[in-house]
């Protein structure tokens, strides 16, 4: 059974940054694409960023390009999100997703697996 963990959220000011981590276990990590999505009050849980297997192809949404980056390390099963230049729009819940296959995408109804969330919240 995959199980994805989240940690990291927290309560910073416009301008600040936050490091959210994603622990996975359950299944080989490495040989899967992984994402991140958020979720605000009263709207639809929404695409932030997603990573292919090896790392290398990484896409954003552009809401946060610029400003967030998506990370993977294999040889310790977690995948990373660090967001800097905050914005209180970004207040949201954040979880971390993975999809059944390798391929990496940007479509929350192609993804299997999903954390608890975490929350962050950015005051002005």
């Known amino acids: 059974q995959v199980q994805l963990v989240e940690s990291g959220g927290g309560l910073v000011q416009a301008g600040g940054s936050l490091r959210l981590s994603c622990a996975c276990s359950g299944r080989t990590f490495s040989s899967y694409a992984m994402g991140w999505f958020r979720q605000a009050p009263g709207k639809e849980r929404e695409f932030v960023a997603a990573?292919?297997?090896?790392?290398?192809?990484?896409y954003y949404a552009d809401s946060v390009k610029g400003r967030f980056t998506i990370s993977r390390d294999n040889a310790k099963n977690t995948v990373a999100l660090q967001m800097n230049s905050l914005k209180p729009e970004d207040t949201a819940v954040y979880y971390c997703?993975?999809?059944?296959?390798?391929?990496?995408?940007?479509?929350?109804?192609?993804?299997?697996?999903w954390g608890q969330g975490t929350q962050v919240t950015v005051s002005s």
């Open positions: 990573i292919s297997w090896t790392g290398g192809r990484r």
């Open positions: 997703a993975a999809p059944p296959t390798s391929t990496i995408t940007t479509r929350k109804y192609e993804y299997d697996y």
